[in-house]
DNA sequence: ACTCTCCGTGAAACCGCTTTCAGGCATTGT
DNA sequence: ACAATGCCTGAAAGCGGTTTCACGGAGAGT
């Protein structure tokens, strides 16, 4: 494999110009630029991306830290990083915590031994406090993803959760439903806690009363909301609307009920949360919130590049603003 | 950041000693190791990932290039190489290809710039001949996924679609369905020829002839079933059950059955191929045939770990064998 | 007691690139 | 015509590890 000194020798100029023609850092002449050029061609050249990093402490490469690669939920944020991080030309390295605080504060030091320019991170199971620490001591810029951590705001991206909420429930009373139950998420996930907030906040501005009978958690996974619906129509307590914490939990709603011979929408209408895949080939397709995931880890892409001076310092959305999409489970009570 | 040499002054050795007790390669002396340990954990040493690389020129990272990064098909894929590279302490860095012959060849050299130690590629349109090329030539260990390219074959991890749809469609026959339509796949894909050949296969053995008429391209996408499907339906062939190419095709030829006020599986049965998270999803829930994409990025993994030494000759499977999940789309004619 | 191994250790040479520094040459100003 | 100003260029010093090589001392063999 050519080095810069094959290159050089055969362009006969110095390692340093060749370095320059490289990087275009200065001007060089005509001439040994495209005697350069040539030799490069004529080698077959690749700078060798190690020495490279060594010399300049840069590695051209962002990490990513996320719970699942490649999932229905977070692999679109992956996706997201990684198109505005590839036209940049820099390379992405990926890790992933499964939800798991030991496994997240392993491969954070995983990747951060590793060199990266930046980290973005996008983790369930650390704390806010060592996610502040992190993103303040770790020594490289940090961005947080999906979370909304007060003391760093200013490095997070993340969907306003309590105005997705209240946006889903607003949108059954829209359509007369008065009695709406709700699926919640997993409590100790700030989510859960903020779409549950929103969905009392709907209720309130209409003068209904939060009650707790209306209300079972699901856990955010399949399972646990066929469960939740099951207990809710045990309780009899006269709901003709559900929304759920998010599709996965309504997909299992929605599996309940059409075992209990409920029809959806005629008979219970149902929104969920997040619009991954799965909600538009439900039967009925789920009307649900859009969580605009690639989006959300394009910015924070962005995010991290503006903190390397990479990129200009363009206004970079951090607070995405959750938005409802109609399908075919909704309907008047 | 403190380097390997203030972690040798501190412990009042050489530099080359500090490496030893680091990689363990030399014994060193139990005094010695141990004030060198306490060195390190003072000083919160971490070796620098770029030198190390570029003295011992392996990057202790591997490389993978797949069509789309957390799409529901590869997703998986590139899940199942993580969790087998990740348990081995390497890095996983990745890059998408889009199905398109230059980015997939640009990502190729991206990649290769970047010096992993092995690369693994799931790629959709460059060509076999090139792949060959890739694998013989690039001067580092490729490992070819989700494609069967007889020359390089010990280089292959792939599903035997043939025998999948053989597999389908025999299926179908033996629920006692006699004229059974096929909404074959992208038809530049070997996998969509194969699962068309196995389809025929299947018919040929029960001495059935194969017909034009109850062909139809999908393009292995739902809008292209959904398209397929209805020409089906036009065509008036008299079919009593389909074999969709993927998925993604029968969701959407589901649709235009639903649509058209046919019945699944009571009018027409359906099956389709790869066992996605929608199939389960789907109401009512598609049988098919699943293509264990984990599994096989973790065979592809292997195969790349072995090719560089760093994992015992294990035996590796490389041709999948495709195994059918009965769900709700099929009943007898 | 003397030589022969063998083992642990440090000095120093790389790995391949970037970047500083100083010098040479061609321009420009007067 | 001469000094001053720039612009290009090459030599060389890093960047932070690994690895070769030679050496000193301890243990073994005779």
Redesign the pocket.
Known sequence: ????????QLA?????????V??G?????P???AAVLEAIAQLG????A???S????RSRAIGALVSELSSAVYGDIVRGIEAVVEARGLHMVVSSGHARSDLERRSFAFLKERRTDALIVQVDATSEGELATWVRQSGLPVVVVGRHIPAIAERCVYLDNVAGGALATRHLLERGHRRIAHIAGLMRITDARDRLTGYRQALAENDLPFEDVLVAEGGFVEDGGYRAMLQLLERDAGFTAVFAANDQSAAGALKALRETGLRVPDDISLVGFDDLLIAHYLFPALTTVIQPFAEMGQAAAWLALTALGIDDDKEVTRRFDPVLVERDSVAAP
Chains 1, 2 share one sequence.
């Open positions: 494999m050519p080095t810069i000194r094959d290159v050089s006969k100029v110095s390692q340093a110009t060749v370095s320059r490289l990087n850092t200065v001007p060089v002449s001439i040994k630029r050249y690749q700078p060798n190690f020495a490279r060594l010399a300049t402490n």
